[in-house]
């Protein structure tokens, strides 16, 4: 027979049992850079974690980093699961279900999107300050209690926002706010989804992050969320929209999108 498995919190505490992460991060195309600010890092693959994502996407690493960036101890996901690669709206629930268990209070998303607005071109930086759920799927289906009826008011922390953007204004970086709209993907949209999405107040278009925000704001973590522009909406320029397409946009501004996101949780007050 074989001996019961761990669940990967205590399989965390196993590999790094000094570690007690605040902080909480999921590096999406175009973040990994944030790993470089990682201070005595200890890196375990997500195959080694139960319940862990396999990593299948260019761009995503598939590990867990602990460490340190300023005062703050993190815990970073190395790359997520989309629910367009098998349909699993709950895909990420056991890695932030484990990062909680650790201690972690906050979370600190990112992505790669598509922009809405004309004054946000490729290379922005946008701080989340709500999202559309155009996909209407959410992974509390299944959850018992009253705690499944989660309030998604301030879903994106509004005291974190200031915080991001007081970091950003020291470091002279134009940090965009504006609303997230999530879809299914994996096909990219089309112009006319995209005039849609426009009329109905989205400011940026993406195929991940609203899950992950749902799951955190049941396990009651706060959630600060950033995007990293790597095109227009499809019909907003002449440019033809491919992953490989938006993975050389995020690499040309992976350098700042670093280290703004390393500022950022560094001063991130308790």
């Known amino acids: 027979?074989?001996?019961?498995?761990?669940?990967?919190?205590?399989?965390?505490?196993?590999?790094?049992?000094?570690?007690?992460?605040?902080?909480?991060?999921?590096?999406?195309?175009?973040?990994?850079?944030?790993?470089?600010?990682?201070?005595?890092?200890?890196?375990?693959?997500?195959?080694?974690?139960?319940g862990f994502p396999s990593a299948e996407i260019p761009g995503h690493a598939g590990e867990l980093v602990l460490g340190s960036i300023g005062a703050n101890e993190v815990a970073v996901l190395s790359g997520r699961?989309?629910?367009?690669?098998?349909?699993?709206?709950q895909a990420m629930k056991p890695p932030l279900a484990a990062l909680r268990a650790l201690g972690c209070e906050v979370l600190v998303l990112t992505n790669a999107a598509g922009s809405l607005r004309d004054d946000m071109p490729p290379g922005s930086l946008m701080v989340i300050a709500d999202h559309i759920n155009l996909a209407q799927r959410s992974p509390l289906?299944?959850?018992?209690?009253?705690?499944?009826?989660?309030?998604?008011?301030?879903?994106?922390?509004?005291?974190?926002?200031?915080?991001?953007?007081?970091?950003?204004t020291t470091r002279d970086e134009k940090l965009h706010e504006g609303v997230y709209l999530w879809c299914l993907g994996p096909?990219?949209?089309?112009?006319?989804?995209?005039?849609?999405?426009?009329?109905?107040?989205?400011?940026?278009v993406g195929m991940s992050t609203v899950p992950?925000?749902?799951?955190?704001?049941?396990?009651?973590?706060?959630?600060?969320?950033?995007?990293?522009?790597?095109?227009?909406?499809?019909?907003?320029s002449s440019e033809r929209l491919s992953h490989a397409h938006t993975l050389e946009q995020a690499?040309?501004?992976?350098?700042?999108?670093?280290?703004?996101?390393?500022?950022?949780?560094?001063?991130?007050?308790?």
């Open 212 to 236: 992950e925000t749902i799951i955190a704001r049941h396990a009651g973590m706060k959630v600060l969320a950033f995007s990293l522009i790597t095109n227009f909406g499809a019909g907003l």
């Open 81 to 89: 699961k989309h629910v367009y690669e098998q349909g699993d709206v």
């Open 187 to 204: 096909q990219f949209e089309t112009p006319a989804e995209i005039r849609m999405f426009r009329a109905l107040g989205a400011d940026a």
């Open 1 to 50: 027979m074989n001996a019961p498995t761990l669940p990967a919190a205590e399989q965390v505490r196993a590999r790094a049992p000094q570690a007690k992460p605040r902080i909480a991060v999921v590096l999406g195309s175009g973040w990994k850079d944030l790993c470089d600010f990682v201070e005595a890092p200890v890196r375990i693959p997500y195959g080694e974690l139960e």
């Open 141 to 168: 289906v299944g959850e018992g209690g009253a705690e499944r009826f989660v309030d998604m008011v301030d879903a994106y922390d509004p005291g974190l926002r200031v915080q991001a953007q007081a970091l950003a």
């Open 251 to 270: 690499r040309q501004a992976a350098g700042r999108a670093g280290r703004l996101l390393a500022g950022v949780i560094g001063a991130i007050a308790a």
